[in-house]
């Protein structure tokens, strides 16, 4: 009977094996994985709110929305009162909300998106270039920028639909910015600080780089990265890739041309970084479908493969920032 036991024993170990060779291996340390950040500006068109949010669930990814508020509010209603520094009032260079209905889908799909775990940023209110802004230029945007949303609602005309969570998430949960046209002054970090924003993504820099850090506060920077024929860079951004390809006109007949050479283009980036450093690939878009909606399709196809990985991560600006801290501090302890 021992004999028979072992024999049993041994018999159910061998069988067990293949099992054991194949055990679920433990999640990779958040420290360790490859970081993406998706930013949107403008988030504005309801179509494309309505098609990022279902891209994040599809994929498991995390985006950042640095809104425009001028999106928050009509002309006729808001929009006549709002008045950008150097500029009169009434004026935007992104134009206001057409409706009230508009505005009414905008921020239910805000609020569908904070509700996700997306992160929902500034990107001030008229698109205009604040390269000679002073720090009280720059607060004036951001205070009509918070009374915008907090008014949101109310300027869709369905105040008592507003969420319990509005106010607090209008007051609290801004946190980031990225400047129109990517353009600085002397007076933007001061009243960043000033406002309480954690972190800025305005900057450019000339490959994927780190967060550098200015008087406490994280800025990031899209990258310049290789693209085309020439491998010749250019800035991590849809706008970028359509001037390049087609002059900033609209040219839908060679649309799938250039979402394969900009699918090509993350691809590559992301696998310099993946490969190597694992330095954070940021990559910037709008809320508007250039070249017949090219580089969206491509965006898809890239987020589609990369973010399933287990050792890595599509995530916010605002999620990227605690990960970024722990991977640093595991840098540290490695020496």
Aim: charged residues 20%; contains cysteine.
């Amino acid at each position: 009977m021992p004999r028979l036991y072992a024999a049993t024993g041994l018999a159910f170990a061998l069988a067990l094996s293949p099992a054991l060779a194949h055990a679920v291996e433990p999640p990779v340390p958040v420290e360790s994985k490859q970081l993406v950040i998706i930013s949107f500006d403008g988030a504005h068109d309801n179509k494309l709110w309505e098609k990022s949010l279902e891209m994040g669930r599809r994929t498991g990814a995390h985006f950042t929305y640095f809104l425009s508020c001028t999106f928050l509010m009509t002309r006729a209603e808001g929009g006549k009162a709002y008045q950008a520094p150097g500029h009169k009032a009434g004026r935007s260079n992104v134009g206001f909300a057409q409706s009230r209905e508009e505005i009414q889908a905008r921020v239910r799909h805000i609020w569908q998106a904070h509700q996700a775990g997306h992160d929902i940023g500034s990107h001030a209110c008229g698109h205009f270039d604040g390269k000679g802004w002073s720090a009280a230029d720059w607060k004036q945007e951001f205070t009509a920028f918070d009374a915008a949303l907090v008014n949101a609602w109310n300027a869709g005309g369905i105040a008592s639909e507003q969420p319990d969570g509005w106010a607090d998430f209008a007051a609290h949960d801004i946190k980031g910015f990225r400047a129109p046209y990517l353009s600085l002054s002397d007076g933007l970090l001061p009243a960043l600080k000033q406002d309480g924003f954690t972190y800025d993504a305005s900057l450019v820099t000339k490959g994927p780089g780190w967060p550098s850090e200015a008087d406490g506060l994280p800025r990031f920077g899209l990258p310049l990265i290789p693209e085309g024929p020439q491998q010749r860079r250019v800035i991590g951004m849809d706008y970028n890739l359509f001037v390049r390809h087609s002059m900033g006109i609209e040219n839908r007949k060679d649309s799938a041309t250039f979402e394969e050479r900009a699918l090509d283009a993350y691809r590559k980036a992301f696998r310099t970084e993946y490969d190597g450093n694992r330095i954070p690939l940021q990559l910037g878009f709008h809320f508007v479908e250039m070249n017949g909606g090219a580089y969206w399709r491509a965006l898809d196809r890239f987020l589609t493969e990369t973010c399933g990985k287990p050792d890595v991560a599509c995530v916010s600006y605002a999620q990227a920032l605690p990960i970024i801290a722990k991977q640093k501090k595991a840098d540290r302890s490695a020496f």
